[in-house]
């Protein structure tokens, strides 16, 4: 359990690289070319977060100012992601989170279940998470284990279903996004798709970063958007004339330089990903392989940045609003851009309905965390979390909020029942899976022979 925890302190920057050049090495890759690849992916990934830690570091103060501007008074403390995966993480059940993760994984995979193999190792913090807040609801160990084990299967099943998408809309081949945050949003946009396409005026308003540029030229452009999104931002949150270009400059600068360092670290994962795809075929031919990575990746696009600068000021609004929300979004404001990163796809880029489904999502989201609030409370207080100046209780958006929180919540009030039940219809999910994929592999093979 040590070196588990020595891995975890580690931080994803530095196990990342470590995990991607033993995989390079057990996929026949050059010692050489799988170090060059692996330090390359995490140097990538310091840029990331370097970005992201920018537009945190900028929004956090205008959405505080934002919140005392406008006399927002909430009981519970949306604390953050960092919080909530070194509440997670350091939770009894949380230590056991990494293993588990490894071990599912890998059944899944002999048994040709998955087509993911997550080196994300860092993010299982969101198994820890479900498995942690189970386990005090129910005050037993062995369930909130068993969630774990089961919340993993979920995002592999939901990593699976949304590859393609990733590669289709992100460009990003053999590469899937098993993301506890993220995966969930991807169910909840595919009605919501539906739903849209026959509306009267949405059905037809074509809202992607492209066609917001052709109609409004300069202003349009993505770094102008950012611009002037961080120029909004800043009024609502009543600062200086100095301050407010100064924010605005800077949310222009991760619109720019996000899908820079993200190219980075494709440049580091690109060649591991051809070893990959060939080392399956020659062992495997009737199998593909997706290396699972941060959906971090996906974060920097136009249409996931604009849409989530957009959802900032709603999400604050939408707190007040919400009957029943207890929950003040702060921490996590940042983040949005992970919650609707797999939604994007869906939407073909569409930034109008994406806030739209955002805005729903977060609407629902405030009060699955408001309910969670207690458990996340009282395992912040289990492991010895510092709370936040005048906090009694505290949630957060990133994972209080997210759907499989709420589904494994009540699942949980069944008992082991509950929580298996999820497990074998995630099960049966996989295996029609694979199923179809067969087919529709074995109707494109005819297709080339009758050809």
């Not at 069944?414 to 049966?428: D, M, P, R």
Request: charged share 10%; with cysteine; aromatic share 8%.
């Amino acid at each position: 359990m040590g070196v588990l925890q020595y891995l975890i302190d580690l931080g994803p920057s530095v196990m990342l690289p470590i995990i991607i050049f033993v995989f390079g090495l057990i996929l026949k890759s050059k010692p050489s070319s799988a170090f060059r690849a692996g330090l390359t992916v995490g140097i990538g990934f310091i840029g990331i977060n370097l970005v992201i830690g920018l537009l945190m570091d900028s929004l956090g103060p205008a959405a505080k100012d934002m919140v005392q501007r406008l006399g927002i008074h909430l009981s519970v403390i949306d604390v953050g992601w960092p919080a909530t995966a070194a509440v997670s993480f350091g939770s009894t059940v949380g230590s056991l989170a990494i293993p588990i993760g490894l071990a599912v994984n890998l059944v899944f995979l002999i048994f040709g279940l998955t087509k993911t193999l997550n080196v994300d190792l860092w993010n299982l913090w969101h198994v820890a998470f479900t498995g942690a807040l189970v386990s005090i609801m129910t005050n037993s160990f062995s369930l909130g284990v068993l969630t774990s084990i089961v919340h993993t299967i979920v995002i592999l099943v939901l990593s699976d279903l949304t590859a393609k998408h990733v590669e289709k809309y992100y460009g990003y081949p053999n590469v899937a996004f098993p993301h506890g945050t993220s995966t969930p949003y991807y169910l909840f946009a595919l009605p919501l798709e539906k739903l849209f396409n026959v509306m009267p005026g949405i059905k037809n308003w074509k809202a992607d970063p492209e066609a917001i540029q052709k109609r409004l030229g300069i202003f349009g452009e993505s770094i102008v958007l950012g611009l002037i999104l961080g120029v909004i931002i800043g009024i609502l949150a009543g600062w200086s004339a100095k301050d407010i270009m100064q924010l605005g400059v800077k949310t222009a600068a991760v619109m720019l330089l996000l899908p820079r360092v993200v190219a980075v670290l494709m440049e580091g994962l690109m060649p591991i990903s051809e070893a990959a795809g060939e080392f399956v075929k020659k062992r495997f031919p009737d199998r593909e392989l997706y290396i699972g990575m941060d959906s971090a990746l996906a974060v920097g696009h136009p249409a996931v940045i604009a849409s989530s600068l957009i959802l900032i000021p709603v999400a604050l609004g939408l707190a007040v609003l919400i009957p029943g929300n207890k929950v003040l979004p702060f921490g996590d404001l940042a983040t949005i851009p992970f919650m609707i990163c797999l939604m994007v796809p869906i939407f073909k880029g569409n930034v109008v309905r994406t806030v739209i489904a955002g805005a729903i999502s977060l609407a629902f989201g405030l009060l699955i965390a408001t309910y969670v609030s207690p458990y996340f409370t009282q395992a912040a207080k289990n492991v010895g979390f510092p709370f936040p100046e005048g906090a009694n209780a505290i949630s957060s958006l990133v994972d209080g909020a997210v759907p499989t929180t709420a589904i494994f919540i009540f699942a949980a009030k069944l008992g082991y029942v509950g929580i298996i039940a999820i497990g074998v219809i995630s099960v049966l999910v996989a295996i029609y899976q694979r199923k179809k994929d067969k087919q529709n592999a074995q109707a494109h093979l005819d297709e080339n022979i009758s050809a």
